[in-house]
């Protein structure tokens, strides 16, 4: 309402300056009559504009400064381009369905391990105990916990039921069976590995395990050397703060073991179950179709990262004290983070993003989200866009959510459901919760996933008041190209494993008659005589984008004790 308001008062300051000019320049002649009238008027102009402004807060005002022309020509040219970039309220009619993905019925989760991959029965030694004391927030937890059973495969040992992080930010007291269903972990899994509920005693004495850490990314081999010996020795051991201790690049059965985990195992237990489905169940009332947004515009999120959104001295002091927390973290030239795109888009621009890809004002969104940096004025330009707009909070009882409120994983939990459940999936920031649904949707049928494309947008939304609405979602539908969760966007075996599990990903040689055609590695490339026709052709048409999708020799993940993909409520 400010912004609307604002804008009205400079459009009449600016009509009064060009009836001023006129009068000045048509009537020159007679000028001299005319002085004391015309500075009466402009004083009378400028205490109008300075009584009436509201004062600039954000960087995201665009104001059109008050500047006297030689002509009236540049004058009208800057009253005219207000009126060039209007968002229409629909999302236009865009050729194919924003519903879907392209090619996705050519492509299916693939998970089942090879003849050759030993039994749990065959490969797990007696003696050897591994337990696993997990990090960060629930994503990040659950990275822990899928790579651990592979830990365990590796060292062929008994996986005890990994511990939780209850000492993070949140000191959230779940432990693992009020998050997960314990007894499905244990029985889906029982052919790869063995798992107990806890370390057994041994002669009436609990085993006291060897407190160890691995370094980030330790392959097989790694674990091999530096684990297999204490293992082997103390019997028991205990890793400590595992989160992306394991390599992305392995044999492909132990990258089918992960998905085997993930996407099958690993269950919510009941209650989260009941009450995720609730939501998704009211939202599916209001519309036949929903759009999940993980807004990741919490205060610290954005003191993390290190950005700036305008908001002046306030906002830096605000965001600067939080950012004290990390004492490792360097100093950022906030420019050059949102040139380089790792800024999240404020609320306003993934709206805007999100109009331009086609989605209209009555579109429904239901945005997955903790506290919203500067609150209901932040979010005021999305609700506006989209007002058919909720959260958990919105959509349910404050009764309702009581048992999981107290507990930032399981509210996380819920969140992660309805995402998962959306028909489009929006990330603001690629972080854990981003890149575990990204994996989970393409493994399940290739659900369309946005991640927005934030170094190309970055450009769009600083020069979208000089282009017209048409050009800025023309070239927001060409950035966004590589970026919508298609099959093949990324490179099989680049990037992080848990947001493109391509050893897990099977082309089908016809849509209806399924063959298991791997897309890991270079052994794996689809040819005609593998696949047929019908995969050859949708190959050719789509198009392996790697920009923005970052190697595992490219990925420097932080040890700090508060990472950036702890951020996970």
């Not at 269903?181 to 002669?203: E, T």
């Amino acid at each position: 309402m400010k912004r609307r308001k604002q804008r009205s008062h400079e459009r009449l300051f600016l009509v009064l300056q060009i009836i001023l000019h006129t009068l000045i320049f048509k009537r020159r002649r007679r000028i001299h009559h005319l002085i004391p009238l015309l500075s009466a008027l402009s004083a009378g102009l400028l205490f109008f504009f300075v009584l009436f402004s509201p004062p600039i807060t954000s960087q995201h005002h665009h104001l059109i400064n008050p500047i006297w022309f030689n002509n009236g020509t540049e004058l009208q040219m800057n009253l005219q381009k207000e009126h060039v970039f209007c968002v229409p309220m629909g999302g236009g009619s865009l050729s194919g369905d924003i519903w879907t993905s392209k090619q996705s019925k050519l492509y299916h989760g693939c998970s089942n391990s090879s003849d050759k991959f030993p039994s749990a029965e065959v490969n797990t030694h007696p003696n050897r105990y591994l337990m696993i004391a997990t990090s960060g927030g629930l994503n990040q937890q659950r990275t822990g916990i899928v790579d651990a059973v592979v830990a365990a495969h590796i060292l062929n040992a008994v996986l005890v039921v990994p511990k939780l992080d209850q000492k993070s930010y949140w000191k959230d007291s779940s432990n693992f069976s009020e998050i997960f269903d314990v007894d499905r972990f244990i029985s889906h899994l029982s052919k790869d590995v063995k798992i107990i509920r806890d370390i057994p005693r041994i002669r009436d004495k609990v085993i006291t395990p060897y407190t160890t850490r691995v370094p980030r990314k330790c392959n097989a081999k790694c674990y091999q050397t530096r684990i297999l010996p204490i293992l082997k020795k103390k019997h028991a051991v205990q890793l400590t703060k595992f989160d992306y201790r394991l390599s992305n690049r392995l044999d492909i059965d132990m990258q089918k073991l992960r998905c085997r985990v993930n996407f099958h195992a690993l269950k919510f237990t009941d209650p989260i179950i009941e009450m995720g489905r609730k939501l998704v169940e009211r939202i599916r009332m209001k519309s036949n179709h929903f759009v999940a947004l993980h807004l990741r515009f919490e205060p610290d999120m954005l003191a993390f990262s290190g950005c700036y959104y305008g908001g002046g001295d306030k906002e830096r002091k605000e965001l600067g004290k939080i950012r004290k927390r990390w004492k490792t973290l360097h100093a950022r030239n906030p420019d050059k983070e949102r040139r380089h795109g790792k800024c999240p888009l404020t609320p306003e621009e993934i709206g805007l993003m999100l109009r331009a890809l086609g989605f209209g004002n009555d579109v429904h969104i239901y945005v997955a989200s903790g506290e919203i940096y500067g609150g209901e004025e932040t979010l005021a330009p999305l609700k506006a866009l989209f007002p058919n707009f909720y959260s958990k909070e919105t959509i349910a009882s404050k009764e309702e959510l009581a048992p999981f409120s107290s507990f930032s994983s399981r509210m996380a939990a819920l969140d992660f459901m309805v995402c998962d459940e959306s028909d489009v999936f929006v990330s603001n920031n690629n972080g854990n919760m981003a890149r575990m649904l990204a994996g989970r949707r393409r493994y399940f049928g290739h659900k369309p996933t946005i991640r927005p494309n934030a170094k190309k947008l970055y450009k769009l939304f600083l020069n979208r008041n000089n282009m017209t609405w048409e050009e800025f979602a023309s070239q927001v539908r060409t950035s966004q190209i590589g970026f919508m969760g298609e099959p093949m966007e990324v490179k099989p075996g680049r990037g992080e494993f848990h947001e493109n599990p391509s050893a897990c990903i099977c082309a089908d040689s016809d849509a209806n008659d399924r063959e298991d055609v791997s897309l890991f590695g270079t052994s794996s490339i689809i040819s005609e005589t593998d696949t047929g026709s019908s995969t050859n052709i949708a190959r050719r048409d789509m198009v392996e984008v790697t920009d923005g999708q970052v190697s595992e020799e490219e990925q420097e993940w932080s040890d700090t004790e508060y990472m950036e993909n702890e951020l996970e409520i």
